[in-house]
């Protein structure tokens, strides 16, 4: 019951390049988009999340860009880092629903 | 606590075996959720409480997997006949309430390994 479909599975970028990953969602009625960040033995960390009432928004070097008429929503991160380096999740909940269903992950390498 | 608590946090159990993994939320999140991660994964819904009750369930695989959290903290995921397809991670995670954009906080998991 894949409902959202997220790429690159796995990216490597070298330290201060920007790392872009993009997932696209198949359902509408979806109302709150999170991405989470996971660390190997740990489990998945809340990074930013965002609503489809706005287009964008940035924490820090993290930016989420929500395209809602194309059902995609991106992360980038800019400058990345070596501690950057993770599995990160896109994610959503529906408008009735509080149970976040996940994509399948794209793993993030930052070499120095 | 300060975070979610999961114990244990690796069981390897045989082949048609019960098991019970534990989560302790953080103190005073009435939201408490299980999911399952697979290898190269993401977590997959199982099950979710708010309070006592089982919210929605819908993501329970088959009548082997049951959850329960009597006095609305601590929850216990009972898995019977385990199968080795039930090989994963479980991963437990509370909020404050069940409502749209809480922040959910996870536990790191058990690993649970059937041979």
């Known amino acids: 019951q894949q409902q959202v479909k997220q790429s690159p599975q796995s990216l490597i970028v070298q330290k201060g390049g920007i790392s872009i990953i993009n997932c696209a969602y198949e359902?509408?009625?979806?109302?709150?988009f999170p991405w989470y960040q996971q660390f190997p033995g740990k489990g998945p960390a809340l990074l930013i999340a965002?609503?489809?009432?706005?287009s964008e928004k940035k924490e820090g070097r993290f930016t989420i860009s929500f395209n809602k008429s194309a059902k995609q929503f991106s992360l980038h991160i800019m400058d990345s880092q070596p501690g950057d380096s993770a599995t990160y999740f896109c994610a959503f909940t529906g408008r009735n629903t509080d149970k976040l269903i996940f994509g399948t992950g794209t793993r993030l390498q930052v070499f120095p | 606590g300060a975070g979610v608590s999961q114990t244990p946090s690796n069981k390897v159990t045989e082949k048609g075996k019960y098991v019970e993994l534990r989560c302790d939320p953080i103190?005073?999140?009435?939201?408490l959720y299980w999911y399952r991660q697979s290898l190269g994964q993401g977590p997959e819904f199982l099950i979710y409480f708010q309070g006592t009750g089982a919210a929605d369930d819908s993501g329970l695989p088959n009548d082997r997997f049951f959850a329960v959290r009597p006095e609305g903290s601590v929850s216990t995921l009972k898995i019977q006949r385990t199968e080795r397809g039930d090989s994963a991670v479980y991963l437990c995670?509370?909020?404050?309430?069940?409502?749209?954009?809480?922040?959910?906080?996870f536990g790191q998991g058990t690993r649970l390994t059937v041979v």
């Open positions: 965002i609503r489809p009432d706005v």
């Open positions: 995670a509370s909020s404050k309430q069940g409502t749209l954009n809480t922040e959910a906080f």
């Open positions: 103190s005073g999140h009435t939201a």
């Open positions: 359902n509408t009625a979806f109302d709150y």
